[in-house]
């Protein structure tokens, strides 16, 4: 009988590859993870038997940590485990037959097997004679080392009897803190079940922890949540170069094997479109190679190339749909497993199948991305390789350099057509605001059969490429992230959360004193430094949204008043100019009450410049024009409210385009004037022309935010042309402009309360004014002069800074007592005085 060629194809390897510490360093990420290494081979090979159920128990003592997996896959025989530990290494077969495969060490369960000769070296214990025990359905059997260091064959002894249909194989590994610490357990919790649950839905998982120093005791049982596509083909030529499809045929022929030489039926029925006798037969046929032996054409480079340009020709590429996907649903049910239903608030996902072209072969790819925000929880990344967990040296720490995916340049498209680009995967996730700190999962699986390996223990790859599709498909998962995280104040931002807390303290500072006193003034930005302070300088949030959320969170403290956050001591930037009577004055939170009295017409004008242009005419009429640089600031809206409120008349003037309706549309209550058609005719009139929209009008690209946002009427108008204030003034002159917006106001707002506007001066009658002056004006030259002289001192000044006040008030002081003994005017006092006795009291 023909044994089958995976198990014939072996090569011989050393003890030291397995049994010393150093040689098992090779075949690990690194000395940090060698425990969860070895547990995670463990698990790959239990998952390789396509089993239904998965149990994982660990348990830690004081000086060991042991581990047990158990499937109920496929069997694994008395004479699989013979094979497996003999002199020979098999070769694996997802080497050589490129399947997606899985493991850390290559699926060799043999080098696994030296883990505790290996551990014990480092942790200066004797070499322990059982390397692990394997329970089957036929017995049960020990792993024993064999007496002589440099003997490969460990010994194969029977213990006992089977388990039913189960598979188990415990391993206990000599425990050394410096290894093993808290990270073998941590990431097993955190990090490795819960991404073998979240790549494998058709799985059911029963994992069980007990650790020596309570750090953790996780018990916990995963349900399969579905039962997704499963690859269970055969490999594709396809997916060969030429050059490595020669090298493979030729490795084959020169290893030794104990079961026999190697068929060539054997090496086709391994290829996808040749597993049948018929098919083998056929293409042998048609290149004269059906007399030849493997060997004989794996040693000749025509021959083998003849196979191989024969066998592409004779199939179709097989595509990435034959590598199946994990599947949305199945991911989303997984992640509410884990962390709670109600813990997951959101939650997006994105598929890529595609075929990379590298050189004369092809790759088949499948990308599956998700993102969810959990709530109460910092970031969790969960890489899987064909269904396996992808170790991570540093999983919850995006910025670290061992960033696996680093060196590749990512790409990506935004909507707007734009292209972005990042150098690892800490730069694509920094620029969506994912950090440590961050409430989220991030979820990449990647399903190929050739995926470029950049060291044995598979824990680098070469995505160059698959990187642009990746980074694609993590932008359209990516790009709800930072608008989520701040549309519920307080829901997964930890910066959000920090201001809240810096709020509700300066909340408690104005409800004790009433104000927020000087030295607790602070800007916008400086809240954002101090919170990025205390955060260690990760804030995990874009300046913009940080400043959005401090209004945000102001005016739900405030009950809805914008100013609050100016009353809580947080000045904002000047944003606003307000106009009237020849006066400018500079719009803020200390001038609302005052400003919102002036102007019987308040008038609000998007342009600077025609503010500006305007306000000489607009305070010949005691109107009041208010600029905002655009859209209306906090402090101009709440301006315009209270104007209304003391029965100001309001009107908003602004660019007939989208962005000015949308404005206007901000300003829900407010009269919008223009500019309108009706405006431009009027306009027109006043320079005696005939003037019509067509006349002062210009096609634009509108922003389609304010387009989406305006009525369907309102849209049309502004869709594909507009008419900006500047172009009506350009067209009629300054002047002819205000007649047309007096025009408008005078006739939508007929009553209006001139009070506002006037500020009329008492005046003196002379006979009391002119005396009143002439002393007035002796008193201030002689104050001067005796001011001059006590300032002369300060002139050179080397004390250092003091306080300006108190020196003023000290002079001041002295120059009111000089004044009082100067002999004119004590002449003049006691007249004053008498003069005074005779008006009334003032009330």
């Not at 480092?122 to 322990?128: A, D, F, V």
């Not at 969790?380 to 064909?386: A, D, E, L, M």
């Not at 002159?733 to 008492?762: F, H, N």
């Not at 020196?807 to 000089?818: A, G, L, Q």
Request: glycine share 6%.
């Amino acid at each position: 009988m023909r044994v089958p060629i995976e198990q014939r194809v072996v090569k011989r390897v050393r003890a030291s590859d397995f049994f010393s510490y150093s040689g098992f360093l090779r075949n690990v990420v690194s000395e940090r993870l060698a425990y969860v290494a070895i547990l995670k081979e463990l698990i790959d090979n239990a998952l390789d038997a396509e089993p239904t159920s998965v149990s994982v128990a660990l348990k830690e003592t004081a000086d060991t940590f042991t581990v047990t997996v158990q499937n109920d896959g496929r069997p694994f025989p008395r004479r699989a485990i013979q094979r497996t530990f003999s002199s020979y290494e098999f070769f694996s077969s997802a080497k050589f037959w490129k399947l997606p495969s899985r493991g850390t060490l290559g699926n060799a369960l043999k080098v696994v097997s030296g883990a505790p000769a290996a551990l014990s070296e480092k942790s200066g214990y004797p070499r322990p004679k059982i390397l692990m025990v394997i329970k089957t359905r036929d017995g049960s059997y020990e792993i024993l080392a064999a007496d002589d260091p440099a003997d490969t064959s460990p010994a194969i002894h029977r213990v006992g009897d089977g388990i039913g249909d189960c598979t188990s194989i415990t391993m206990r590994l000599p425990r050394h803190d410096s290894v093993l610490h808290q990270d073998a357990s941590k990431y097993y919790r955190d990090m490795l079940m819960p991404a073998y649950f979240l790549f494998n839905p058709n799985v059911e998982f029963r994992a069980q922890a007990e650790f020596h120093a309570d750090i953790l005791n996780w018990r916990k049982r995963l349900k399969p949540v579905g039962t997704p596509m499963h690859y269970g083909g055969l490999s594709s030529v396809h997916w060969y170069g030429k050059g490595e499809f020669k090298r493979l045929m030729r490795d084959l022929a020169e290893s030794t094997s104990a079961y026999g030489t190697i068929a060539i039926h054997d090496f086709l029925g391994r290829r996808r479109g040749f597993s049948s006798p018929s098919s083998q037969r056929s293409v042998l046929r048609s290149t004269k190679l059906d007399g030849y032996s493997f060997k004989r054409i794996a040693e000749n480079e025509t021959l083998s190339e003849k196979l191989y340009d024969a066998t592409k020709n004779a199939t179709e590429p097989a595509g990435p749909e034959v590598l199946g996907f994990v599947g949305r649903d199945a991911i989303h049910d997984a992640l509410k497993e884990i962390f709670g239903a109600d813990k997951v608030q959101s939650f997006h996902y994105h598929r890529v199948q595609n075929v990379a072209m590298t050189g004369d072969y092809q790759v088949p790819y499948v990308i599956e991305v998700a993102l969810a925000g959990i709530l109460g929880s910092t970031l969790h990344q969960f890489y899987g390789i064909n269904r396996s967990a992808f170790l991570l040296e540093h999983p919850n720490e995006p910025y670290h350099p061992d960033d696996p995916f680093e060196g590749v340049r990512w790409e990506w498209e935004v909507k707007t057509g734009r292209k972005d680009s990042a150098y690892s995967l800490a730069g694509f996730l920094e620029a969506f605001e994912l950090k440590e700190r961050e409430g989220a999962a991030v979820i990449v699986h990647i399903t190929s059969p050739n995926l470029r390996i950049k060291d044995y223990a598979k824990s680098r790859y070469d995505f160059s490429p698959t990187g642009s599709d990746i980074a694609q498909a993590m932008y359209e998962v990516c790009r709800f992230y930072p608008k989520e995280r701040i549309r519920q104040v307080g829901g997964t931002s930890s910066a959000v959360e920090y201001l809240k807390e810096e709020l509700l303290r300066r909340q408690a500072v104005l409800r004790e004193k009433n104000t927020i006193p000087p030295e607790e003034w602070t800007t916008q930005q400086a809240l954002f430094y101090k919170i990025r302070t205390q955060m260690r300088g990760d804030i995990g949030i874009k300046r913009k949204s940080f400043i959005a959320a401090i209004l945000k969170l102001c005016r739900q403290m405030g009950d809805g008043d914008s100013s609050y956050r100016e009353k809580l001591g947080i000045k904002a930037a000047i944003r606003a100019q307000f106009f009237h009577r020849g006066q400018e004055h500079a719009v803020s939170f200390d001038s609302i009450e005052r400003l919102s009295d002036k102007g019987s017409d308040l008038l609000l004008i998007e342009k600077e410049g025609v503010a500006e242009i305007l306000e000489p005419y607009a305070s010949q009429r005691g109107v009041a024009i208010l600029n905002t640089r655009g859209f209306a600031s906090e402090y101009a809206k709440q301006i315009m409210k209270v104007a209304e409120q003391k029965k100001g008349n309001i009107f908003i003037l602004t660019d007939l385009d989208a962005s000015g309706l949308a404005i206007a549309q901000n300003l829900p209550g407010f009269m919008r004037i223009g500019i309108d058609e009706s405006m431009i005719t009027h306009a027109g009139k006043f320079v005696k022309r005939r003037l019509e929209r067509k006349d002062v009008e210009e096609r634009y690209q509108p922003s389609l935010k304010h387009l989406k946002s305006l009525p369907e009427d309102e849209r049309r108008q502004v869709a594909e042309t507009r008419v900006e204030i500047d172009a009506l003034l350009a067209a009629v002159g300054p002047k002819a402009l205000w007649k047309s917006v007096e025009t408008v106001i005078t006739k939508r707002r007929t009553t209006r309360d001139l009070r506002r506007s006037m500020e009329p001066q008492v005046q003196l009658p002379e006979e009391i004014y002119s005396p009143w002056k002439k002393i007035e004006t002796y008193a201030q030259r002689m104050g001067n002069a005796l001011l001059e002289r006590r300032i002369k001192p300060f002139q050179r000044w080397q004390a250092g800074l003091v306080t300006i006040k108190d020196k003023e008030k000290t002079i001041e002081e002295s120059v009111r007592k000089s004044l009082s003994r100067e002999p004119e005017l004590r002449k003049v006092a006691p007249l004053l005085k008498k003069a005074a006795d005779l008006l009334p009291d003032s009330e």
